[in-house]
């Protein structure tokens, strides 16, 4: 018996179970959350989509000319206008009584900061878009710059460590909040660390006749500084401490959320990486800011009461639609 | 060429009137051209809008500096400065006042007709809009266009009630100003070119 | 037929006829009366056409982009401060090469805030890759947009169709709406080769690195010159429809054969042209209405300036530090004429006919050198004048 093995790369493909409208290949980091996220966000939302891609890391390691990774109508305009651009298409496609679905993809820059004004118009002026927040938590396109998402105490190259400060000095914003302060139809935060989760979620999206909101948690080996392989752990732990409570708002009001059943310290999720690396310094400042992020973990676990014993959060067999045959698609 | 400049207040409807005695020209087959003197004005405000009246095509685009005739929609204009500058000598004024046309005449040095346009309006539309009885008084005085052209514009811009009530408003207006006797003051028409 | 219409009416109306899918705008003076109008149409049932009411002009041109990218027939208005915030989307429309008509109702920009006309906003954006085409007057603002959209379709280029505001958008005059069959057998329904289409899907707007995009930025070059044949026909394919020639790239009249010349952009060419017949006594001249902008119809315009010893060009916006804008390019573009720059009615200030005798004037100085023509120097303190 010969124990060579000869891989057919189109054999491969035609078995490759699950739709894939992002195909391998891109120039992502390795353990690339982002990408990992925007895979899955695909696999079932399946083949009838379109998106509108804001500028970022995304846009840029998905689609270097004459190359492109999506196998979904993609197009990519400017950093703060992927919700209108998105708008548009889904106003174009209602004209012409088009039933795709319009995806706005975009970072945590390209959401909570830049992008902010165009998000909460499209919100508001009820489109039937989903947007997608890939939460990296920083500006990582440009090299790891601090965004109105990094959390507080975080160090990236404009929020340093140093004499006088302790990474960046503001809260993450809340961004679900304002988010479902639209009373949206549907609003779920979700990471990496949970597919079957995710998946579920972007079903509920799709099927969502309204704009809907995913805000997706999604690490960044690089501008975090962990190892690439800890990416899904990472994820994990960032909502087992309750630092990223994983929630369902549906028109404002909470309806879901994932429960924790023995919370862990955050200094477990905080000690992975880097970018609080200055928080377990001897510094009387240090233990303080360590203080101030367990007690906004304890926050989150109060106000969403994440304290429970529901279905096992680490339970990926619930409700997974993914589109398979994917060389149907190829 | 005939040129007009008519004074008002923000909220008076003074566009309005410039629009449609510009578009009752049209209706007569002539040229009309009408435009605000842009303004960030408020309701209350003193407002300008220009008209001009001919039987060519109108291309230039300058503000009517030296108007052939006034209306005034606001006696109390007459002292805002600026409102009486540039009418041609001999150019008439047409004021929506109580006062009498000869005091009006003295004060302002041009032959003045002072005519109750909000009174009329008040009597037939309920409401004390002088524009399209000073539009129509205006006509009269002057005969630069039949009443019945702005009767054809009133009707396309008001359906109706509205518009029964407009209709009844610019015929009883045309007779209580004395019919042509602005009728002399009007340049001579131009001829293409000329 | 000839109806009294408001000049933003009009447009309003002609957009609506060349059945856009999608219209979005966020309200400016003096832009605002078009939008109105359009809504006004849509709430009537007249128009049948997404109207999208966004919270900026920023997303006005981005929610027009992505309608025109998933492929329908796109429309956005804006003016001053509205085009500078979108000017960013402005240029990404151009660049990713996608068919898009809007209108500039042209005005000041700030500081000092004001709202009245000049074409500093369009001026500003000249570079973004659009062609630019200035309108005489409104019924050539009706033709032109109807144009346009032919324009963008076959080129792949966005259309600005600039038009004086309050003095173009804001008067009412004679004018000649065309109707729904002219519209129809003109223009085409909408069809853009790289549509956004799930059966066939692509990438649009990637990243191109060095070794291609000064390739890309000389297609988008040679897009634009090469439009001057398209931009051409559509004026006189529409001219054959309609019975009406607004004037291909420029139109010269006045004195064919005089060796003076005046130059002028947008709605300054009528008072010009009454001007030189109300003042008899001074000596008529070449009347040149530039009326494309972008592309810059070079040939054109030697061949209209043939002949000529002198010209004034006169514009409504310039460039601070510099001089003129339009005036610049001309003095390149026809050695051998000496070429006198002037700006006049800046935020709004009247164009009397008497500038024309001004222009005349200034230009037996013989300085060349750029001015505003209608400045009043006594309003300024002594170092600033």
């Known amino acids: 018996m010969s124990t060579e093995t000869h891989v057919d790369i189109e054999q491969l493909r035609r078995r490759q179970p699950r739709f894939q409208g992002l195909e391998s290949g891109h120039r992502a980091c390795l353990g690339c959350g982002e990408a990992l996220a925007a895979r899955l966000v695909l696999e079932s939302a399946g083949p009838n989509v379109m998106i509108a891609n804001a500028t970022g890391c995304l846009e840029v390691f998905s689609t270097a000319w004459p190359e492109s990774a999506w196998r979904v109508p993609w197009v990519h305009s400017l950093f703060e206008n992927a919700a209108a651009v998105a708008a548009g298409m889904e106003a174009a496609l209602k004209h012409q009584g088009q039933s795709a679905k319009v995806l706005a993809f975009a970072g945590d820059g390209g959401t909570f900061d830049i992008g902010f004004q165009a998000v909460s118009g499209m919100l508001e002026r009820g489109h039937n878009v989903l947007f997608v927040c890939f939460d990296n938590e920083a500006y990582m396109n440009t090299g790891i710059q601090r965004s109105g998402s990094t959390p507080h105490a975080a160090v990236t190259t404009t929020s340093p460590a140093g004499r006088e400060r302790m990474g960046k000095r503001h809260l993450k914003k809340d961004i679900v909040s304002i988010i479902a302060a639209h009373h949206v139809p549907y609003a779920a935060t979700a990471t990496v660390a949970y597919p079957s989760d995710l998946r579920k979620k972007v079903r509920r999206a799709i099927d969502v006749d309204g704009p809907s909101f995913l805000h997706v948690h999604s690490p960044c080996p690089l501008g975090w500084g962990h190892d690439s392989e800890k990416s899904i752990a990472v994820s994990r732990l960032a909502v087992e401490t309750g630092l990223f409570p994983i929630i369902e708002l549906e028109r404002g009001e909470l309806t879901g959320a994932m429960p924790i059943r023995h919370p862990k310290p955050v200094t477990e999720y905080l000690k992975l990486q880097n970018r609080f690396r200055h928080l377990f310094a001897d510094d009387p400042r240090a233990r303080e800011e360590l203080e101030h992020l367990q007690a906004l973990a304890d926050y989150n676990i109060e106000v969403y009461g994440l304290l429970g014993d529901g279905p096992d959060p680490l339970d990926t067999s619930g409700i997974d639609k993914v589109y398979r045959g994917g060389a149907k698609w190829a | ?194 | 037929m000839v109806e009294a219409l408001e000049g933003s009416q009009a447009l309003a109306r002609a957009v609506v006829l060349c059945r856009p899918g999608v219209v979005a705008a966020y309200p400016i003076t003096p832009q605002t009366h078009i939008v109105e109008n359009i809504s006004k149409l849509v709430a009537d049932g007249v128009a049948k056409l997404e109207l999208v009411s966004v919270e900026s002009e920023f997303s006005a041109a981005s929610v027009a982009m992505g309608a025109a990218a998933a492929g329908s027939r796109a429309y956005t208005a804006s003016a001053s401060q509205g085009i500078l915030l979108m000017a960013e989307v402005l240029f990404n429309i151009a660049g990713l090469r996608i068919p898009l008509v809007m209108h500039c109702a042209n005005r000041a920009i700030g500081a000092p805030l004001n709202i009245w006309n000049d074409q500093s906003d369009s001026m500003a954006v000249r570079d973004a890759g659009w062609i630019q085409i200035y309108c005489a007057d409104n019924q050539e603002a009706i033709d032109s947009t109807v144009q346009a959209y032919r324009i963008a379709e076959r080129t792949e280029l966005p259309v600005m169709v600039c038009v004086d505001g309050f003095t173009l958008t804001h008067t009412l005059e004679p004018l000649e709406m065309p109707s729904q069959e002219q519209v129809d057998g003109y223009l085409p329904s909408y069809r853009y080769a790289r549509s956004l289409n799930v059966r066939h899907p692509i990438s649009q707007g990637t990243l191109v690195g060095p070794d291609v995009f000064p390739e890309a930025r000389h297609s988008h070059h040679q897009a634009l010159l090469n439009s001057i044949a398209e931009i051409e026909s559509a004026n006189a394919d529409w001219a054959a429809v309609s019975g009406r020639d607004g004037g291909g790239l420029l139109t010269v009249e006045g004195d064919p054969d005089a060796e003076i010349g005046i130059l002028a952009i947008g709605s300054t060419i009528g008072t010009l042209a009454e001007a030189m017949d109300e003042y008899p006594d001074r000596p008529r001249v070449r009347l040149i209405k530039l009326r494309v902008y972008r592309p810059f119809p070079i040939n054109a315009l030697r061949e209209a300036c043939r002949g000529l010893r002198k010209l004034a060009v006169i514009e409504r916006a310039f460039s601070a530090g510099m001089g003129g804008i339009v005036g610049t390019e001309v003095r390149a573009s026809v050695p051998g004429v000496e070429v006198y720059n002037y700006a006049i009615g800046l935020g709004g200030r009247d164009i009397p006919l008497g500038i024309y005798p001004r222009i005349l004037d200034a230009m037996e100085t013989g300085d060349t050198g750029f001015r505003i023509l209608d400045v009043d120097l006594s309003k300024l303190p002594e170092e600033d004048r």
């Open chain 2, 1 to 194: 060429m005939i040129e007009l400049r008519i004074h008002g207040r923000g909220g008076q409807g003074n566009v309005v009137a410039a629009y449609l005695m510009a578009a009752a020209a049209i209706k007569e087959q002539r040229y009309g051209q009408a435009f605000p003197a842009f303004g960030a004005e408020r309701r209350g405000a003193p407002v300008q809008a220009f008209v001009r009246i001919a039987d060519v095509p109108i291309r230039r685009r300058s503000q009517v500096a030296e108007p052939d005739f006034l209306i005034v929609q606001d006696q109390a204009l007459l002292h805002v400065p600026g409102v009486l500058v540039g009418l041609r000598r001999g150019g008439g004024i047409l004021v929506n006042s109580i006062d009498s046309s000869e005091h009006l005449s003295e004060q302002t040095g041009h032959p003045t007709i002072a005519f109750n346009a909000t009174a009329l309006a008040q009597r037939h539309l309920g409401r004390p809009v002088p524009n399209t009885a000073l539009l129509a008084a205006f006509l009269s005085l002057s005969e630069v266009l039949p009443i019945g052209a702005l009767a054809g514009a009133l009707s396309d811009r008001f359906k109706g009630k509205v518009l029964e009530k407009n209709l009844s408003l610019i015929e009883d207006a045309a007779q209580q100003v004395p019919g042509g006797i602005w009728k002399t003051m009007r340049r001579a028409p131009e001829v293409a070119n000329g």
